[in-house]
């Protein structure tokens, strides 16, 4: 840990800012990317429920009118 203290003491004031830029973006991105696949996620499990209901509500109508006109 030392080491990398001494190397980063070391360290031109331009080689710091960018790589505390690079390492923001970096950051920035990831939690970017995981905040979109839970909301993805949430979503289409939402859509996925909805499509069953719809389908499970169809089926069920269709065998009444198949039954009631037997």
């Known amino acids: 840990m030392t080491g ?3 190397s980063w003491s070391n360290m031109r004031i331009k080689t710091k800012i960018l790589i505390t ?3 923001i973006l970096l950051l920035s991105f ?3 990317f ?3 696949s839970v909301i993805n996620s949430s979503y289409t499990k939402n859509e996925i429920f909805n499509a069953g209901t719809q ?3 169809a089926l069920k109508g ?3 009118l198949i039954f009631d006109n037997c």
């Open 55 to 57: 389908t499970v509500s």
């Open 4 to 6: 990398l203290r001494l």
């Open 62 to 64: 269709n065998l009444s």
């Open 30 to 32: 990831v939690i970017t």
């Open 21 to 23: 830029y690079l390492t």
């Open 34 to 36: 995981s905040v979109i």
